[in-house]
């Protein structure tokens, strides 16, 4: 029995490597052939925007929602104005219907009161705050899939604080 307690376990970890890989190759292919989103950032308590080396993160798109009718998980349909800001179109349980010019952005609603999208913190080195306190907008690179990673916070003039 001891024989098989340590293939089982072995097994286990031989799967859970193969799952964090799969994971991260899945964030590396979004990084490197998506989209890149501005989400404009909406206001923040300020007794919470600064806690420690990272900073919580509310965008407009994710504002006055009627969460009476909205799916636990679903899809955010954006549409890009020419600098690529996005504004929400609508929130849909698939992936279709899209039109010309919309993209998707998966979202989840674990509270009663906002939808989440995935990058609601932004971490940085300690004692850069200061750069990132006036930042505009949260740059997102999205897939087809609707799929998003964070890659940085912007300036008013779409700039990338760095």
Wanted: glycine content about 8%; hydrophobic content about 40%; proline content about 3%.
């Amino acid at each position: 029995m001891k024989k098989y307690k340590w293939i089982i376990i072995a097994l286990n970890l031989i799967v859970l490597l193969i799952y964090f890989n799969f994971s991260v190759s899945k964030k590396e292919a979004v990084l490197k052939d998506g989209k890149l989103v501005l989400l404009q950032l909406a206001p923040v308590d300020p007794r919470s925007l600064m806690q420690g080396d990272y900073m919580s993160l509310r965008y407009h798109i994710a504002q006055n929602i009627n969460m009476d009718h909205i799916p636990k998980r679903g899809y955010c349909v954006v549409r890009l104005d020419k600098n690529g800001v996005a504004d929400r179109v609508r929130l849909q349980k698939e992936t279709t219907p899209l039109n010309n010019g919309e993209y998707l952005i998966k979202y989840s609603s674990p509270e009663q009161w906002t939808i989440n999208i995935g990058a609601e913190s932004f971490f940085f080195q300690e004692g850069q705050a200061e750069k990132y306190e006036n930042a505009k907008y949260g740059g997102v690179k999205i897939d087809e899939n609707g799929n998003s990673v964070l890659v940085g916070l912007y300036n008013g003039q779409l700039k990338n604080i760095k």
